[in-house]
């Protein structure tokens, strides 16, 4: 069964029952004010003829009340005396019924009654009332009404008319808003759905426009969000399985073309060093490639530990200057490093703080023109420790600043492989660094030079 088809029976159900609650209440309600407004009605019209009559008991003023209740016959009046002979009456009455009468008054003695009563002979209730006639506080006779309930059961008619007929419409205009509110509800349910269904078998182009601030128009955003974030990580697998092949195609192309060359000549005794170092060259730089995809799997898949110690960072960083003066001179580059103290302890993995820093300079060695500067800075406060590696070199554009940390990312959208690298440095470099608990942050002006920033948190 559908949502909405559910969804439509529990609330007309829910709406039935409430409905029909009101109704039957609002009927008994009303049945039971008008069947008290009657009584009372009753036993003032009896209290004023008693008080007429105990303050002049003769057969006058007895005449002239039953005259006056002489409404219909519908009603009727009798006056007794002290043993329940009639005195007179307001319609001539059937000796079986003026023996109901006389047993009922009877019981009355030195009280009021009033009741509501049903015999055979009567199709509708009837209301009976006897109030006792005292003079010198003796009882010297009764008053008796017998008054048919005819206005009392039309009104109850009409009531339990007006009641179904406003329970009919109220049912109406519950099924009318619930299918109109179960197809608002719904509708963006379903589209939910289909858009989900979409996104399972890989159609990411999915666009779902809410409406509204509730938590159905929150679910479509984030669904629509998830669809946009999972078309980033498709393309972004997709782009780096084309520069995992094309870089590792490369180096390939190298070592097979020279393999080949001294496989099938023998005049070229004279370039074998020559080609030797070509393949050596490029099966390292498809060795570094292939261990820096693998790290960064690790990295992704969570299972890429670091063990941590307590270290000194300005140990680290003369060890990370050393391994790099070499191919900085070649550049003729100048190298500097730049500390506040001879000691920054902090609790990190050496081998990949090493790693981070000797990235970050790898990184500005390739971008920087010959005779450029780099900066490796340290330094701390109360707070944080910073690492700062500062070079004067190619800059990157503000517009690219956002997506150097992504995979084989490279400013050069030509893809040239001049500057070297695997293009998968900063991505690996950022992952560590966030390992340590600290995070990295660049500046770059095109043609001036980038810095790069490490903030680690103090031990």
């Known amino acids: 069964m559908k949502l909405s088809t559910k969804l439509i029976i529990l609330v007309f159900v829910s709406s039935l029952i409430g409905i029909v609650s009101m109704s039957v209440a609002f009927y008994q309600v009303s049945k039971t004010f008008y069947k008290n407004q009657l009584q009372q009605d009753i036993e003032f019209r009896m ?3 008693l008080d007429v009559i105990e303050d002049d008991f003769s057969y006058h003023t007895l005449h002239h009340v039953v005259l006056m209740e ?8 009798i006056i007794f005396d002290q043993n329940f002979g009639v005195i007179d009456h307001s319609y001539p009455i059937d000796s079986e019924r003026l023996i109901f009468y006389r047993d009922w008054v009877s019981q009355v003695g030195a009280s009021k009654k009033t009741e509501f009563v049903e015999t055979v002979a009567h199709h509708i209730p009837h209301i009976w009332a006897a109030v006792p006639i005292k003079q010198n506080d003796k009882v010297v006779g009764y008053l008796f009404i017998d008054q048919d309930t005819g206005e009392f059961e039309q009104a109850k008619s009409q009531l339990l008319f007006i009641s179904m ?14 299918i109109y509110l179960s197809k608002k509800w719904t509708d963006p349910i379903v589209k939910i759905r289909n858009s989900t269904r979409k996104i399972a078998k890989g159609d990411f182009e999915v666009q779902l426009k809410a409406k509204g601030k509730d938590e159905i128009a929150d679910l479509m955003n984030d669904i629509s969000s998830m669809a946009e974030q999972l078309k980033g990580y498709r393309d972004s697998r997709q782009q780096f399985l084309s520069n995992v092949s094309h870089d590792l195609r490369t180096p390939l192309t190298y070592i097979k073309a020279y393999a080949a060359i001294l496989k099938d000549k023998s005049d070229v005794r004279a370039d074998i060093g020559d080609h030797s170092k070509v393949i050596y060259q490029e099966a390292v730089r498809m060795e570094r490639l292939v ?4 790290q960064l799997m690790k990295l992704d898949e969570g299972k890429f530990t670091i063990e941590k110690e307590n270290c000194n960072l300005i140990e680290i960083g003369k060890k990370t200057i050393q391994k790099v003066k070499v191919a900085a001179s070649a550049k003729e580059l100048h190298l500097e490093f730049l500390y506040e103290s ?11 703080m090493e790693q981070i820093i000797l990235n970050l300079l790898n990184n500005a060695i390739r971008h920087t ?3 450029g500067e780099i900066t490796l800075k340290m330094q701390q406060n109360e707070h944080e420790i910073s690492i700062t590696v500062r070079d004067n070199g190619e800059g990157i554009p503000s517009n690219q600043l956002n997506y150097i940390w992504e995979r084989f ?4 959208q030509s893809r040239s492989t001049r500057h070297g690298g695997s293009g998968l440095g900063l991505a690996i470099t950022k992952q560590l660094v966030i390992l340590h608990g600290g995070e990295i942050k660049v500046k770059s002006t095109l043609g001036e030079g980038t810095t ?4 680690l948190p103090r031990n």
């Open 409 to 412: 990312y490279r400013v050069d």
């Open 47 to 49: 209290q004023a003829h």
């Open 369 to 371: 023109p010959p005779n």
């Open 342 to 352: 001879n000691e920054i302890m902090a609790t990190i993995d050496p081998e990949r």
């Open 165 to 178: 007929v406003m329970s009919f419409f109220s049912l109406l205009l519950s099924g009318l808003i619930t």
């Open 452 to 455: 790069f920033t490490i903030f």
């Open 291 to 294: 261990n820096d995809i693998f």
């Open 70 to 77: 002489r409404r219909g016959p519908e009603s009727s009046f």
